[in-house]
């Protein structure tokens, strides 16, 4: 098992606070270097590429956070384009984490009398740390006073709440979150700014406190006498920083980061983030539940602290909403969804799938794509229901709602991602007041933005992405399908597959889960990606949880793929081969789980001798009723869908699968799910669509022949 890990810290702020450190936690060793990027979101991006095959995990620092208000995100562009950025590692940024410990402290620290906020708080941007800026003023509120006047719009004024102060603030985000956040450092600094940030130090004066993280108050500069004689709240570790703020003479520093966690002098809750995930072998991010247990936070604080730290609460819309669908469903006698799902057109010819859209047929290829973005700016439709699905294992019915986007992956890809976070959020509302419990993501909008993370923690129900069960059906197919080929033998002793299972691009979030998964129903695999390290490191992995499986490590696919009985990929190789398909062994099952595939149909044709599946579709339990059509044969749907359906079959109401990254013990205990429940495999789908017992067949003779 893996004992030493090293992380990158990668901070968007000033470079020369850099240091590297190491320390131990939890009986593991942890190795950081820091890096500083000066505010240059190209150079972040260029590190996180350059670094991503030498790491264990990415803690990005004083990145713009997303900042939730009354339901809504309000997500800097430049967040999104860090957080976009394809990496086969965790990039960790506190998100969640950080609200709930440091409200916990606070709540802590005011009952221990160690805060008194009546002698008031100046917050330097409030906006940014809106959980501690709510909780203060929700119960402190003539003591609250903030500079984000200042920090968001450059006027030099303290100001305290008032009523209309939500909608200035909504009106600044709109402009603070497309500004380039450099134009708000010391970089910018010119002689007016110096003497507007000097003013804001006169108008706080009588402050006793003032609450915002080291970096935050370090960018107020010159005007950082504002920290003079007075406590200041931080809630990061960094000596030369601390070092920096005390020679404004401040009375003394109170840091909310929990002590328990402060395992190196340079600790912060990006860092944290990391080293809790890397130690409970948790790649992908958190939910609200899950960091509340490993903070081990008291009963009595957390029911306090969720107040502020979660953003599940019943918008205007939804209440309204809430109203009409009850009328509705007395008026119309329906049964209220166990679950919701969103979907979209993959292509201009599902579009016109829509009931009323089949009329433009016939119109023009060359307006297309003018039509795709025209009818993408319409609202969300409840495209369809899925009813009657019945559980084997305890015979309960569940019926689910079917939401539809007007937009194809290629309108997706060019729209803002906050316009999309809008439209899903509303569906999550609305399925919230119709009585749905769960909500899933399907196809491009689980990948929108941040993989699904502030629609999650935005919606009043959960949301899980569905990736858990599309990676085990796609694996649960290339197991059905390599059986189906008979050319292996199995081995009656253990039901294993005699046989060697390659897999190129093994240390990705895809590749890794699906290298141990694989580990355990064949003898041999093979494991393929660039670096050698991280390889060495992935089979001491799987050798935890397949000791009797022969582990086979290379960098290059060529070397081996003739002997592969089977063969998934999970690369994101854009413009070149990562195999030679001349290569493979006849009769070699491929699963191809990239995306752009990794295989053409080009490939298809020089070898009908191998059989190449695309991915693993499911089938429902019960007399399943689909209301609308989703592109596939009878019942058969998404496995992602499917998930979401068995979430709400196991009454498990939570984000089962959330960002970029899958666990495979959750691909495993979904797998379990879907067997116990009668969740069945559908028909394989290939490049030229279903893949018929007769296809297989034909594919297998001529693989006999050619052996």
Request: hydrophobic fraction near 40%; glycine fraction near 6%.
């Amino acid at each position: 098992m893996k004992n030493t890990y090293r992380i990158a810290e990668i901070s968007f702020g000033r470079p020369f606070w850099d240091a590297s450190f190491e320390f131990d936690y939890g009986g593991k060793h942890f190795e950081v270097q820091r890096f500083g990027v000066q505010f240059s979101v190209d150079l972040m991006k260029k590190l996180i590429t350059s670094l991503r095959d030498q790491v264990d995990a990415f803690a990005l620092t004083s990145l713009p956070p997303v900042i939730r208000m009354d339901g809504k995100s309000y997500v800097h562009r430049q967040y999104l384009e860090i957080m976009g950025l394809p990496s086969s590692v965790p990039l960790c940024d506190g998100t969640g984490l950080r609200e709930i410990a440091n409200i916990n402290s606070l709540v802590k620290m005011i009952d221990q009398g160690k805060i008194q906020p009546e002698q008031g708080v100046f917050f330097p941007a409030a906006i940014l740390n809106i959980e501690l800026e709510e909780f203060m003023r929700h119960r402190y509120p003539k003591s609250v006073h903030m500079g984000d006047a200042y920090s968001l719009l450059g006027l030099p004024l303290v100001v305290r709440p008032f009523k209309g102060l939500k909608t200035v603030t909504k009106t600044a985000l709109n402009i603070a979150t497309m500004r380039d956040l450099r134009n708000n450092t010391p970089f910018a600094e010119g002689k007016l700014q110096k003497m507007m940030r000097s003013s804001m130090v006169s108008q706080a004066e009588h402050l006793q406190y003032v609450c915002g993280d080291m970096p935050m108050v370090l960018l107020f500069d010159s005007g950082a006498d504002v920290v003079r004689n007075k406590d200041v709240i931080v809630w990061s570790h960094h000596p030369l920083m601390e070092q920096e703020i005390r020679k404004y003479e401040p009375r003394s520093i109170i840091n909310l980061f929990p002590e328990e966690f402060k395992a190196s002098p340079y600790m912060n809750y990006s860092i944290l983030d990391a080293v809790l995930r890397l130690s409970h072998n948790r790649t992908a991010p958190l939910s609200t539940e899950e960091w509340e247990q490993l903070l081990a936070t008291e009963t009595e604080v957390r029911s306090v602290a969720r107040q502020y730290s979660t953003t599940r609460q019943t918008s205007t819309q939804a209440k309204l909403s809430n109203s009409i669908n009850f009328v509705r469903k007395k008026m119309q006698k329906s049964t209220a969804p166990d679950f919701a799902f969103v979907v979209h057109a993959l292509s201009h010819k599902d579009l016109l799938r829509v009931p009323g859209l089949r009329v433009l047929n016939n119109m023009p290829k060359s307006w297309n794509d003018p039509f795709d973005r025209m009818v993408s700016k319409a609202p969300p439709i409840v495209y369809g229901e899925v009813k009657h699905v019945i559980s084997q294992a305890n015979g309960k019915e569940i019926n689910g709602l079917i939401y539809g986007l007007f937009a194809t992956p290629k309108v997706l890809k060019e729209s803002d991602p906050e316009v999309i976070y809008r439209q899903i959020e509303g569906i999550c509302n609305d399925a919230a007041a119709r009585g749905a419990k769960i909500a899933g993501l399907g196809a491009y909008t689980k990948i929108v933005g941040d993989q699904g993370i502030t629609i999650n923690q935005n919606s009043p129900i959960p949301v899980t992405t569905g990736n858990s069960l599309s990676a085990s059906a796609t694996l649960w197919g290339l197991n059905e399908a390599v059986r189906k080929m008979a050319l292996v033998k199995i081995d009656p002793a253990d039901n294993r597959v005699d046989g060697m299972a390659m897999v190129i691009g093994a240390t990705g979030s895809i590749g890794k889960v699906s290298a141990k998964l694989l580990a355990l129903s064949f003898k041999r695999v093979c494991l393929v990606a660039p670096r050698m390290n991280r390889l060495e490191e992935l089979r001491e992995e799987i050798r935890q949880i397949a000791p009797n499986c022969q582990v086979i490590l290379s960098t290059n696919a060529n070397e081996l793929a003739p002997q592969a009985d089977a063969l998934l990929t999970a690369t994101s190789s854009f413009d070149q081969k990562i195999v030679d398909v001349m290569l493979l062994k006849p009769g070699c099952v491929v699963a191809d789980c990239s995306r752009p595939l990794d295989f053409e149909m080009e490939d298809v044709r020089k070898r009908p001798d191998i059989l190449i599946m695309e991915s693993g579709e499911v089938n429902l339990p019960g007399p399943v009723e689909l209301t609308c059509d989703l592109g596939l044969p009878g019942k058969t749907v998404y496995a992602c869908l499917a998930e979401t359906a068995l979430l709400a079959m196991e009454g498990r109401h939570e984000s089962f699968t959330m960002g970029r990254d899958i666990e495979w013990d959750k691909v495993k205990q979904i797998y379990k799910m879907a067997r116990k429940h009668g969740v069945e495999l559908a028909e394989i789908q290939g490049h030229m669509g279903v893949i018929t017992d007769r296809e297989i067949e034909l594919t297998r003779q001529l693989a006999l022949l050619k052996r």
